[in-house]
């Protein structure tokens, strides 16, 4: 198995991709990490340490986290991330992971990748936190705004897939972000979504308020990219305000500071929890080939971890899955 | 000045309604405070303390929490919100408070009051808390699902002067819920709204990202009742869960109890600021009268503050300014 990793891409890179790929490589012997960027700072970072699975192929170019995604994307030919997509649509590697700007990647996926046939939009799916174990899987958070009842059905049926493939959970529970639990509420996506939802090849069970999310009330939350990024957004930002708070409240007085260290480990743990970041590598659903989004402050030990989501993803042929079950779907139509 | 008050809406009616009346008469005895409901309950709740400005105005049917909204105001000619409904649109009073039935509310708005001329649609407008003093006016938060730009637009002109008129706001800082505070961001309703809410005649400072609303970004935030529905809901989601994981941290031993005791003020303090019930009551703009929603679990001190509310905007003559402001616009357009 080949997987390649834009070395350039990420506030650590290539400090933290490198390591990763070390990492990895060490786990996973088997397993070739192609790392794709600068020769001339990869090579150092290395220090003489280069495994036999692991190759550089460099590029000359970077996009950056300020690049207006399109435009970058089509310039700058030779740009890490452009050049990791290029191979993953030859076949020359099975995935690829990148931890740089978020919207050069989903137009990677679009214009260099190209979606999988019969899928309308790919959809980036990350884990939200939950309060339990396991999280809940939800996309659309941000590669398309706007989305059609339909295209809403597929992200369930892709991110059913992903979850039951990568994850191992059989028959996971899908849920329509919504303004409350009745068939009926919502807007009019939400409202035109519901029958289909019912009659697509995934377990729905119905819909799912924004409230509910941090309790795990699914496996996977469909939701269109606006929505979905409003509601993550207020989330992180009740998150960070009350945790300020909490810590203005600690810092108040000598007492009130012996208070805080005798609960601060319990707190941490619990605020770990509550950071989408630790929930691993978010997928590209719905391009033609395994495309993962590691978060942009991605250390060593997260680029390894994303390595391992590939790597499932590739034995557990999560892509072969989703293109046969969107060609049944196809032919049902 | 006349305020009618729903006496059998909400969860503590008629006691908290009664006793928020008589509150509110004592203090303002120039205002004649309507109790609507059925004399029977309302009557012996008075225990013969009856100041010459209360009246009760007999109504025999009430709107449950549970009914639905448009067939409960259509088939309950005599309900009680209904009959408050129907004085406010004769001018009988000059607003009215509610802390029932949330849809059923705004379809007494719709159905019994009637939209004001000029107006697409109303909007409920309550006050999301904020870390500072002041608090976001945010609107819609649920009348109506799905927005047109236009619309937008007209929150944003009715959520300014009720700023401005209720609040004293000098020129109010309206801004658009979105994904990002870039201009072109967002899906296609707040790209459509952006370049017109330049052109009103309002404060725009541009786009709002659900992240930064508790830090008080704006006075004023427009957005669709179904993006504002899952922020709200968000981060009241967040709020309990990571108000319940304090609590099972602080619980967890003796010595996290005695933690627990030394900072439960402030906690407590916190949390009430966090707490958007506590911010008063959200008028329904838009609708040709005075309504204002009381939340459901409405106090008798919460009463009192709604009429204390209904006076400023009955004495700034709220619903003349947006009148006349609205019917400044169709002239212009």
Chains 1, 2 share one sequence.
């Not at 606006?226 to 007492?255: D, P, Q």
Request: proline share 4%; net charge neutral.
């Amino acid at each position: 198995m080949r997987i390649a990793i834009d070395a350039m891409g990420g506030d650590h890179a290539p400090q933290a991709t490198v390591e990763g790929a070390l990492l990895a490589a060490a786990e996973w012997p088997e397993t070739t990490i192609v790392l794709v960027g600068d020769n001339a700072r990869i090579e150092p970072l290395l220090q003489g340490r280069k495994p036999a699975n692991v190759e550089i192929v460099h590029a000359s170019e970077v996009i950056e986290a300020e690049d207006e995604p399109v435009k970058a994307v089509r310039r700058k030919k030779d740009a890490s991330m452009v050049v990791a997509g290029r191979m993953l649509k030859e076949r020359a590697v099975d995935g690829m992971i990148s931890a740089g700007n978020t919207g050069a990647l989903m137009t990677t996926g679009l214009l260099v990748v190209g979606r999988m046939k019969g899928i309308e939009r790919p959809a980036l799916a990350p884990m939200l936190p939950s309060m339990t174990e396991g999280g809940v899987l939800a996309l659309d958070l941000g590669a398309n705004m706007d989305a059609t009842p339909e295209q809403l059905v597929q992200y369930a049926i892709m991110g059913s897939i992903y979850r039951s493939k990568v994850h191992g959970i059989q028959q996971p529970k899908v849920g329509l972000l919504n303004v409350g639990t009745e068939a009926m509420k919502g807007n009019e996506l939400t409202k035109a979504a519901y029958p289909l939802l019912e009659q697509a090849p995934v377990h729905f069970i119905g819909n799912v308020e924004s409230r509910d999310v941090l309790n795990k009330p699914c496996d996977v939350l469909v939701c269109d990219g606006f929505a979905g990024n409003i509601m993550l957004k207020s989330l992180e930002g009740a998150a960070s305000v009350i945790f300020s708070a909490l810590k203005t409240e600690f810092t108040r007085t000598w007492y009130t500071k012996i208070a805080a260290a005798v609960v601060k480990k319990g707190l941490g743990n619990f605020r770990k929890k509550m950071d989408y970041n630790e929930h691993g590598a978010a997928p590209l659903l719905g391009v033609d080939g395994l495309m993962l989004k590691s978060h942009g402050s991605s250390s060593a030990l997260a680029v390894k971890n994303a390595v391992r989501q590939a790597r499932i993803a590739v034995q557990s042929d999560l892509i072969g899955g989703i293109r046969a079950e969107i060609s049944n779907g196809s032919e049902r139509s």
